[in-house]
């Protein structure tokens, strides 16, 4: 939901054109509302009355598009206009658009209306559900309305308040962050709002900053207490270094975050830094980065490189499949030794050669759960789902990753589609009666 800079009249205007008495009558009377001639708009509400209903009548139900006059006034902000339609002629206050579901509060909230909020809240407005499902909160949030924020949080807002959207903890601390809005961000920071919560896996406040590049919502959310090195696989540091965001670098490093953490393909920050980054990037991480085995020039220039040669390398084709096979057969060795770790180390190298090979993704999957890292393996059979939705073994690698928290619906219903792709496998049907059992 954007910030709103189309008037009503405008949007009028490229609907219907600009010749206004080529206009039905609906839509002059909901511009007369928006401009706040009250004259006119009773005329017009005359003109339409053929039934001799009155204007207070007419008006409850002239709209046009699904505007209604009162509508139009909340977006335009007249005061005088607002207070005959709600005082004078007892419009509801509460009634929705019939086009987007928002009530006259959030319309006031989508212009940035504050005095006419005010009004609506001291006649008796809901402030706190809309029927659209998203609060004047998350509205006033992804609209940078501070003033407005402000005033709704005094009027008893919940700050942690998800909207009832597809998306799980949808809050407005993730809308601020995602429209960059450092002045929400911080009232809401200020009003405790959890600066680590997730909206899946992965998505957390501070990986919408940097995925939006936003230095100071990012810096906020450090300062706040978020968690600088990530949850599951997601790894702040590798994703600031791979978009060559120097700054964000610079403070994760002094909040603490771990540079010798790798991404989920294996590549560590400096590497990333090296690739997408500049220069100062990969100074910045070389102190502090533990040294990498296979770099022989332990340098800045030697790392630069390095991987510069792997890019080069990683573009011929041959290479890039003898490679990913030395590493795949290395990692099958180790696993069937029951050197899990080892394995673990192979196909993540692998991974590094080729990011979309969905077998990598399985067999990392499986060591993460041999080692009791069932979040991981978890992480690794989505991506392998992902990569190969049709394969009946990620199924089978997702389902025996939430076994492990004891998710056993989820489990079951992951099985279960599976099995609609592989009736004969053994193993996945073992499971899930497994499941089932557990269900119970």
């Not at 609209?143 to 949080?153: A, D, P, T, V, Y």
């Not at 961000?185 to 997730?198: G, H, K, M, S, Y």
């Not at 067999?363 to 049709?390: F, Q, T, V």
């Amino acid at each position: 939901m954007p910030r709103l800079d189309v008037s009503l009249p405008d949007a009028f205007n490229l609907v219907l054109g600009k010749d206004r008495d080529k206009w039905p009558p609906a839509a002059n009377l909901i511009v007369a509302a928006y401009y706040g001639d009250i004259r006119r708009l009773k005329e017009i509400a005359k003109s339409m009355d053929v039934e001799g209903k009155g204007l207070q009548e007419t008006l409850a139900h002239a709209n046009f598009i699904g505007f209604y006059a009162l509508h139009a006034v909340c977006e335009s902000g007249n005061m005088y206009a607002l207070q005959y339609l709600v005082e004078d002629l007892n419009m509801d206050v509460n009634k929705p658009d019939t086009s987007r579901d928002f009530t006259p509060a959030m319309h006031a909230v989508l212009y940035g209306n504050l005095p006419a909020l005010r009004f609506l809240a001291d006649h008796g407005a809901n402030l706190h559900q809309q029927p659209s499902g998203v609060t004047l909160l998350h509205a006033a949030a992804e609209g940078g309305r501070s003033e407005i924020f402000k005033f709704l949080l005094s009027r008893g807002a919940g700050v942690d308040l998800e909207a009832s959207l597809d998306l799980p903890s949808f809050t407005p601390l993730f809308l601020a962050t995602l429209r960059g809005y450092a002045s929400i961000l911080e009232i809401l920071l200020e009003q405790n709002a959890d600066p680590n919560v997730r909206m899946s896996d992965q998505a957390t406040p501070l990986s919408f900053a940097l995925e939006y590049s936003s230095l100071p919502c990012l810096k906020l959310l450090v300062q706040a207490g978020a968690d600088v090195n990530g949850f599951g696989s997601y790894n702040p540091l590798a994703t600031a270094a791979e978009k060559g965001l120097t700054e964000a670098i610079k403070c994760l490093l002094e909040a603490g975050a771990d540079p010798n953490v790798p991404d989920t393909f294996g590549r560590l920050p400096i590497e990333l830094a090296a690739e997408y980054g500049t220069w100062e990037d990969v100074e910045l991480l070389f102190p502090v980065t533990s040294k990498i085995p296979t770099v022989a020039d332990w340098s800045v220039n030697g790392i630069i490189s390095h991987v510069y040669l792997e890019v080069m390398q990683l573009e011929n084709d041959d290479f890039v499949k003898k490679k990913k096979s030395e590493l795949k057969r290395h990692g099958a060795d180790a696993f069937r030794n029951e050197d899990y770790l080892k394995a673990l180390e192979f196909y993540t190298q692998a991974l590094k050669v080729d990011q979309f090979d969905a077998t990598l993704f399985s067999n990392r999957s499986i060591c993460w759960l041999r080692l009791g890292d069932g979040k991981k393996a978890l992480y690794d059979a989505m991506e392998c789902k992902n990569l190969h939705p049709k394969w009946a073994k990620a199924y089978y690698r997702k389902g025996a990753a939430l076994m492990f928290p004891k998710d056993y619906d989820s489990a079951y219903a992951t099985l279960s589609r599976g099995l609609e792709l592989d009736p004969e496998s053994e193993e996945m049907e073992s499971l899930l009666w497994e499941a089932m059992m557990e269900m119970k």
